[in-house]
Nanobody, 120 residues
């Protein structure tokens, strides 16, 4: 059974920084796209950033220049470095990954979410 486990959320003041990490575990033959999404109260889940297996990145316009996504394929981790945080970044952040679980199966997985609160 594949699991994605996030860590690093918490309370931070506006302008501060946080680093979110997500590690994949279980029977994994390979990992494709990895990413982070977020969902604020009363809103739909939205893309924050994704990174392909070769390192190609994609960011939401609202976070460009403030947030950096990276991955370590050997450690099966994806990291989100968030700087210059704003109140509107407050949300539950979810890790996402496309994982090859067998010769015949490639599935999309989600973590349980980690809460980021930006407030003074």
């Amino acid at each position: 059974q594949v699991q994605l486990v996030e860590s690093g959320g918490g309370l931070v003041q506006p302008g501060g920084s946080l680093r979110l990490s997500c590690v994949a575990s279980g029977v994994i033959f390979g990992i494709g796209r990895m990413g982070w999404y977020r969902q604020a109260p009363g809103q739909e889940r939205e893309l924050v950033a994704t990174i392909g297996s070769g390192g190609t990145t994609n960011y939401a316009d609202s976070v460009k220049g403030r947030i950096t996504i990276s991955r370590d394929n050997a450690k099966k981790t994806v990291t989100l470095q968030m700087n210059s945080l704003k109140a509107e970044d407050t949300a539950v952040y979810y890790c996402n990954a496309v994982i090859v679980t067998s010769r015949y199966a490639t599935l999309e997985f989600w973590g349980q979410g980690t809460l980021v609160t930006v407030s003074s």
